[in-house]
């Protein structure tokens, strides 16, 4: 495993050809060339062997300094596939069946009702059809919404904004206390739509577990995992390994939006957000990637079984959800797709805008941040960047091109 995560081993060992790989090299300089983005870290692997390990541009253009291969990141949504799998590391010892209410677990949320919205006017309050339930969590079915503008414009999503549902100065178990007083925004089941649910999920498993989130995902995933860069802060003797989130300024130009020196992220936070919570490097995350492309094990580590991670990447949305839709803005790339237990799972390559396999999965991170595993052709790829918002350039699609068109066997 240590070749695997720190030394690129031949391509054509693995069915891919050096030559094809370079291409990824111009394609990916140039968006620091051109000063649209200041780093990247791209990761590709085949076979259990890295293929391709590369760096580009600097972490901080504030200090100049370099890209690393171990630059860690802020991943945010990439949280969410961890969180699923530390609740499925439950459920594999019997503690939670998938369609319990999570009412059974956290009783607070049982007694929320769902906002009727008729043509953007708030009407009255509905008992829904039925209870939310684990599942539903995994999938985003559960009628919640998130409370970030950004990505949904409804009466219940700014409720919950006003709520400030994700002040990072309160727990999770004080985050649930507060949205069981919220809305549903739809009837648990019925439509998929990004929400808190994964925070919610986060908090299930604190109480299932008994132990503080960010324990559990050590005691569960990290530590069996060697993941030693992944957590919900940076430490402080790896705080110049942290890299700087940009954005555009009116004229284009960028501009820092997220420092390293930020508090949120320099020290334990109190709420542990199974959302978007955790930083991590390429190297780390690779690991959770072929722990799943695995079937659940890592060399001597198995984290869940081979049965659960079928399971956990096949589509569980009815045809009528689909193509999910995480924004307005965003619904192109989703064709194509259903959405598994926490990962997008592609269902009909020829609908989809990706290059891919049927049965890939993956997902992404606000601070354009991605992965996908692809089971057929035992391919991995990840790339990190430190860029808001999220898909404004089509960096991660022409990532995905250039590391299949590499593929020659």
Not at 126 to 136: F, G, I, L, N, S
Not at 316 to 330: A, C, D, G, V
Not at 366 to 382: C, K, R, S
Request: glycine share 8%.
């Amino acid at each position: 495993m240590a070749n695997l995560i720190t030394e690129v081993g031949s391509p054509e060992n693995v069915g891919m050809s050096s030559e094809r790989l370079l291409r990824i090299d111009n394609a990916l300089q140039r968006y620091v060339d051109q000063e649209k983005l200041s780093g990247i870290v791209a990761l590709i692997a085949r076979e259990e062997q890295a293929v391709y390990f590369e760096r580009f541009g600097q972490m901080s253009r504030e200090t100049g300094m370099p890209m690393q291969s171990d630059t860690i990141f802020r991943i945010a949504s990439m949280t969410k596939p961890v969180t699923s799998v530390a609740a499925m590391t439950l459920w594999e010892e019997g503690r939670f069946q998938l369609d319990d209410p999570v009412s059974r677990y956290i009783p607070e949320l049982g007694s929320m009702k769902v906002l009727q919205d008729g043509n953007g006017a708030v009407n009255n309050l509905v008992e829904p059809e039925r209870q939310m339930t684990v599942r539903d969590l995994l999938r985003h079915t559960s009628g919640l919404s998130l409370g970030i503008s950004l990505l949904e414009a409804s009466p219940v999503n700014k409720i919950y904004q006003d709520a400030d549902l994700h002040n990072a100065n309160q727990t999770l178990e004080e985050m649930t206390l507060k949205l069981s007083q919220l809305p549903l925004a739809g009837h648990p089941g019925a439509e998929w739509r990004y929400s808190i649910a994964t925070d919610v999920l986060a908090r299930l498993v604190e109480v299932i577990s008994g132990m503080p989130f960010d324990e559990y995902l050590s005691h569960s995933i990290f530590d069996p995992l060697s993941m030693n860069d992944t957590g919900f802060h940076v430490q402080q003797e790896k705080i110049e390994r942290f890299a700087t989130v940009y954005g555009l300024t009116p004229s284009g130009e960028l501009s820092p939006i997220g420092l390293p020196s930020e508090k949120r992220y320099t020290q334990r936070p109190a709420f542990l957000s199974g959302g978007d919570g955790l930083v991590s490097t390429a190297p780390d995350y690779l690991k959770f990637c072929q722990m799943m492309l695995n079937g659940g094990v890592l060399d001597d580590a198995r984290i869940l079984g081979r049965r659960t991670v079928d399971l956990m990447t096949i589509n569980h949305l009815q045809p009528e959800s689909m193509p999910f839709q995480i924004s307005r803005t965003m619904s192109g790339f989703t064709k194509g797709y259903g959405f598994g237990l926490g990962f997008a799972v592609m269902t009909d390559l020829a609908e989809s805008t990706a290059m891919g396999s049927e049965g890939e999965y993956n997902w992404g991170g606000a601070a354009t941040t991605f992965f996908w595993v692809d089971p057929q052709e035992h391919l991995i790829g990840i790339l990190m960047t430190q860029f808001m918002p999220m898909y404004h350039y089509n960096i991660d699609r022409e990532f995905r091109i250039l590391a299949y068109q590499a593929l020659v066997d």
